[in-house]
């Protein structure tokens, strides 16, 4: 089949699209509110830009805490999601009111980060401390709204010494989760090896 998204339905039941990018990476993007208040939710839309100097971006649909949250402190902090967090992941998507604190909706712990205000989620193994770099309008055709992607800078890295296996991230023992499209999730656990060819004249 083949559909032009803004001109024409695809016919499906359920829009295809998400399940077209997948797995994408889970953003657990942690933030402060101006009254120090914390915030916690997950971003499907998220990505890592760049590894020198190390860069992320996520996309907010609509003007959600996060987003308000990051444009006035200019600080935001990425939490891997391990599969064993699923729920608690999960938890801090609610539509909750900007109060609310969904760290401690979700039963999760804060730890206190080294560079920026904001938290990080103690239970999760891998965690970066972000800059605001630039925020930025994306197209955008749902009504009402206005969608805006958030590019920080990492200006620390955390990594749980216990996922560190002969220096390695043993990815096998977090079993990162992953959004794909629909309701559905996957977990990283076959991981497997595989060098890039090199040219030879
Ligand atoms: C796995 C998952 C991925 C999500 N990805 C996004 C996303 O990329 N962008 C977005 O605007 N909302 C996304 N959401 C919905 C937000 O997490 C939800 O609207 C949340 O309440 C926003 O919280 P906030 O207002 O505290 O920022 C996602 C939800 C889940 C469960």
Known sequence: MFYQPEKESHGLPHSPLKACVAPRPIGWISSLDADGKANLAPYSFFQMLNDRPPVVIFSSIGKKDSQNNVEVSGEFVYSMVPKSLTDAMNATSI?????????????????????????????????????????????????????????????????DDDVLVDGIIDTNKIQPLARLGYMEYAAAENVFTLNRPIWKD
């Open 95 to 159: 539509n909750a009111p900007s109060h609310i604190d969904e760290f401690e909706f979700a039963g999760l712990t804060k730890a206190a980060s080294n560079l920026v205000s904001a938290p990080r989620v103690a239970e999760s193994p891998i965690a970066f401390e972000c800059k605001v770099h630039q925020i930025l309008d994306v197209p955008n055709s749902h009504p009402g709204m206005k969608v805006t992607a958030i590019i920080g800078l990492v200006v620390g890295v955390h990594i």
